[in-house]
Nanobody
Framework: QVQLVESGGGLVPAGGSLRLSCVASVRTFSNYAMGWFRQAPGKEREFVAA????????SYADSVKGRFTISRDYAKSTLYLQMNSLKPEDTAVYYC??????????????????WGQGTQVTVSS
């Protein structure tokens, strides 16, 4: 069974930065693409960013391009999301996910069935 544990959320003012971490099961971390999603109150969960199993390619939602950076550390089996220039609309619970990424004109991510407990990010205006 895949285990995903997110951390790093908190309360920051608009324009601030946070780095989220997601520690994944060592046995499977290197074999799969990884992604970040978020869910704001009253809204559906939405895609934020993803990275291929090799770490060589990434994909971002238009709303976070140029502000967020996804990366992974194989030695630590950890996925990261560096979030800069945060906006109040970035407020949400952030989740990591292990899935599949494929190229079809652009890189696309398909989420797997396992989710962590999430970490709350709140950006004040």
């Amino acid at each position: 069974q895949v285990q995903l544990v997110e951390s790093g959320g908190g309360l920051v003012p608009a324009g601030g930065s946070l780095r989220l971490s997601c520690v994944a099961s060592v046995r499977t971390f290197s074999n799969y693409a990884m992604g970040w999603f978020r869910q704001a109150p009253g809204k559906e969960r939405e895609f934020v960013a993803a990275i291929t199993w090799s770490g060589g390619s990434t994909s971002y939602a238009d709303s976070v391009k140029g502000r967020f950076t996804i990366s992974r550390d194989y030695a630590k089996s950890t996925l990261y999301l560096q979030m800069n220039s945060l906006k109040p609309e970035d407020t949400a619970v952030y989740y990591c996910n292990q899935g599949i990424m494929y190229y079809s004109g652009t890189y696309r991510y398909t989420s797997g069935g396992f989710w962590g407990q999430g970490t709350q990010v709140t950006v004040s205006s």
